[in-house]
């Protein structure tokens, strides 16, 4: 049923936090002990809504798709992994301290605010002057020239208003431990800043034992992990997060055509999920990660401006040469059409697992105005796609007797095995449905006096609070169809 609702401006980022707290979906890692600081936790409901992302990104980039396959690697890796990918060497931020407030800024964000300053001071052209000059600086490794820069945009510490910089230095992102029981012994190890290397080094096990053609693709979801120097925006940037990567392998001169299709095939999916076209734009990268020859980021118009929550990356054949390189082994692709041996290039989609649920979340919190003139309501309501909702449908008995409740839990064991569903009694009809429209709840299922003669019950539906008598017996396929992932796949 449509929303028969006005939608009020959207909520503050602060907003967003206590929200995605209050109703169990993400709460600060061991809060108990203050938290730890870029890394979070998430609860009962947060827990289900970025599951169904997840699986939802693995159908779409797996099952929806002809040639694409899935794996799911290690966190740890050989050492000489980051060697042949350029972590070790080249995974750096540059950042600099303030000796008066002594807090810590990566470089470039400095500048990159900077920036955004002119642009809204209505000097667009100085903004992007400045970003080509720091991309120039960076590119050349030239540290000392972006301090300069610094200095002479007249950047001062937020905290201590001074200009009292140190030298800028490059921070190496990765965190590191030790494997191996005896210390003296022990060999380090990374834990892993991107789960893309996990597929590259698995290329020529996937490629022989799936005998893949190319044109194809390897996907994995799974943990990463990167010190980073100023975590903050809550869950957009973490020390411990998940990513949701592709990498398509084609013939080297076909880059470009992949390169396009799947950045629209990625546009699409944020919109399919529910995320308006206007709160999405592309922006094309000016300073190349070491690794990529275009890229382009997907970014979402957070309440702190528009960030990237994608990239699409053109990586050419840079990483499997690397291991080829390093390891010794051949990593080559026969091609039977061309008669020709050659390393493949590849295409990179990567999606951080948390950022998708952070932008889903924000698009999502809204206060609806429902009825008009006297009837006029206004109601927050997580307008969550019914797929990918935590509970779908909420059974609620209208009161605690006359065999209410037996009924309506009837009704709730025999739809949890379809869906996620909730059960409860306590609490006037009214508080259940607003607690249900702030968790997403696309459909709550009143069982009144009626239910009992006839077999039938209310479902109110979230987004326009419209109401219609259904049979119970066909709760589970109305319902059913409409929270399935399967509605989203097939508008993709
Ligand atoms: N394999 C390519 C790669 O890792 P990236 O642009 O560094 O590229 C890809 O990261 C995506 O991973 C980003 O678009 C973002 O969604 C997510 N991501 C990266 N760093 C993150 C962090 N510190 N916290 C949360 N998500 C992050």
Same mark, same amino acid.
């Given at each position: 049923m449509e929303a028969q609702a006005t939608t009020t401006p959207t909520f503050e980022l602060k907003d967003i936090i206590s929200h995605a707290k209050e109703y169990g979906f993400v709460f600060p890692s061991s809060e108990l002990y203050d938290g730890l600081q870029a890394v979070y936790d998430y609860g009962q409901n947060g827990v289900q809504l970025k599951n169904n992302l997840k699986q939802l990104w693995w159908k779409a980039m797996t099952?929806?798709?002809q040639s694409i396959v899935g794996i799911d690697a290690s +966190?740890?890796?050989?050492?000489l992994t980051w060697k042949a990918s350029g972590h070790v060497d080249a995974f750096n931020d540059p950042m600099i301290d303030n000796k008066d407030s002594k807090k810590r800024y990566r470089a470039d964000q400095l500048l990159e605010t900077k920036a955004e300053a002119y642009a809204e001071a209505g000097t667009p052209e100085k903004g992007t002057a400045l970003l080509h000059e720091m991309a120039r600086l960076l590119d050349a490794n030239d540290l000392a020239g972006v301090r300069d820069l610094i200095l002479a945009e007249d950047i001062r510490c937020? +905290?201590? =208003? #001074?200009?009292n910089w140190t030298d800028v230095r490059q921070f190496n992102l990765m965190f590191s431990t030790q494997v191996g029981s005896v210390a003296e012994d022990a060999d380090v190890i990374y834990l892993?800043?991107? #789960?893309a290397q996990g597929i590259f080094v698995n290329y020529l096990n996937v490629q022989k034992t799936g005998r893949m053609k190319i044109p194809f693709g390897i996907a994995q979801i799974g943990k990463a992990f990167r010190n980073e120097i100023v975590a903050r925006q809550f869950t957009f940037r973490m020390r411990e997060f998940e990513q949701m990567e592709m990498q398509f392998f084609v013939r080297p001169g076909t880059e470009g055509e992949w390169y396009d299709h799947w950045k629209e095939q990625r546009m699409r999916f944020h919109q399919a999920? =529910? +995320?308006?076209? =206007?709160h999405l734009r592309y922006h094309d990268h000016e300073k190349l990660a070491h690794y990529a020859k275009a890229a382009v980021d997907v970014e979402y118009k957070f309440p702190f401006g528009f960030k990237e929550i994608e990239g699409i990356h053109s990586r050419t054949d840079f990483d499997l040469k690397s291991h080829q390189e390093l390891s010794g082994k051949k990593i080559q692709y026969f091609d039977n059409e061309l008669n020709q041996n050659y390393i493949p290039y590849v295409i990179e989609t990567s999606v951080g697992a948390d950022r998708l649920f952070l932008a889903t979340f924000c698009e999502a919190l809204k206060t609806v105005v429902t009825g008009e003139g006297e009837q006029a309501r206004e109601r927050t309501i997580l307008d969550l796609h019914p797929a990918l909702a935590p509970v779908k449908a909420a059974i609620l008995p209208l #009161?605690?007797?006359? =065999?209410l409740p037996e009924k309506g839990e009837a009704i709730y064991k025999a739809l949890r095995t379809e869906f996620e569903c909730y059960f409860e009694e306590k609490d006037s009809i009214g508080k259940r449905y607003t607690r249900q429209d702030l968790i997403g709840t696309p459909f709550c299922i009143a069982v009144d006096h009626q239910s009992l003669e006839d077999d039938t019950v209310t479902v109110r539906h979230r987004n326009s609070g419209q109401q219609e008598r259904l049979p119970i017996a066909a709760l589970a396929d109305t319902i059913g169809k409409q929270v399935s992932l399967t509605s989203i796949l097939r508008n993709l």
């Open positions: 099952q929806a798709q +966190i740890f890796m050989h050492p937020p +905290i201590s =208003g #001074t200009k892993r800043p991107e #789960t999920i =529910g +995320i308006a076209p =206007g #009161t605690k007797k006359d =065999g």
